[in-house]
């Protein structure tokens, strides 16, 4: 299982809303991101999990919340979003955020893409 | 600041045409060099490069860095429709826990 598998794959959502983004692996991953991609544009890092503990944030609004219950799950909630939030948001995962013989090669899910309204 | 520049951000070419992506870097601690492929939706993981000169190849792409020019180029060789796709570049750079991202070369190959 090469996998990262996010949920729901569309969302649409009003400000007032709070929902939830959801990411899921079972390669064994112990980093975990969220990135952030708008039209035409390359992904933005948003927060960096390693060993289930946050590691980075980008200095991303609090708004979003993000969440690792456990090494195989990330979740990111969203609550009071602007409609500049509306974006194809990416889950990917790394074997560490730190490779001694490599460098951090990620796998991303799909993406949820997010329409607030 | 760190920062990863891809040329030429657009590209439109016919099957069969041969194509260089350009990828060049400004970092403070380099560590690699990674290739994405982004068509719908997840960017796909093509090559990673970490040691100048040295070739990397799967099928019709090819990847080489220059680390002392500072560049990366992707070649794709007889393209076909199924090339089309945003083509990225990302820098790991030591000591942050971070890939940085250019902003992509949009590939349109027209049969």
């Known amino acids: 299982d090469t996998e990262v598998t996010q949920t729901p794959k569309h969302l649409v959502m009003g400000m007032t809303n709070k929902k939830s983004l959801k990411c899921e692996q079972h390669m064994g991953h112990r980093a975990m991101y969220w990135y952030k991609q708008k039209a035409k544009k390359p992904p933005e890092l948003m927060f960096v999990y390693s060993y289930e503990k946050l590691s980075i944030n980008e200095s991303v609004p609090s708004r979003f919340s993000p969440e690792c219950p456990n090494s195989s799950l990330l979740n990111l909630h969203l609550h009071a979003l602007q409609p500049e939030d509306s974006a194809l948001y990416l889950c990917?995962?790394?074997?560490?955020?730190?490779?001694?013989?490599?460098?951090?090669?990620?796998?991303f899910g799909a993406g949820s893409r997010l329409t607030v309204l | 600041e760190d920062k990863v520049v891809q040329s030429p951000l657009s590209l439109v070419v016919h099957e069969g045409d041969t194509v260089t992506l350009n990828c060049s870097y400004e970092?403070?601690?380099?560590?690699?060099l990674l290739w994405y492929k982004q068509e719908k939706k997840a960017p796909t993981f093509l090559f990673m490069l970490?040691?100048?000169?040295i070739e990397k190849k799967s099928g019709r792409l090819s990847s080489i860095l220059d680390k002392k020019e500072l560049f990366s180029i992707l070649n794709i060789t007889a393209t076909q429709t199924g090339d089309s796709a945003v083509y990225l570049c990302a820098v790991d750079f030591g000591g942050s826990e971070k890939l940085v991202f250019g902003k992509g070369t949009k590939l349109t190959v027209n049969p």
């Open positions: 970092v403070t601690n380099f560590r690699s």
């Open positions: 970490t040691s100048s000169g």
């Open positions: 990917a995962s790394a074997r560490t955020v730190r490779v001694i013989t490599g460098a951090n090669v990620l796998t």
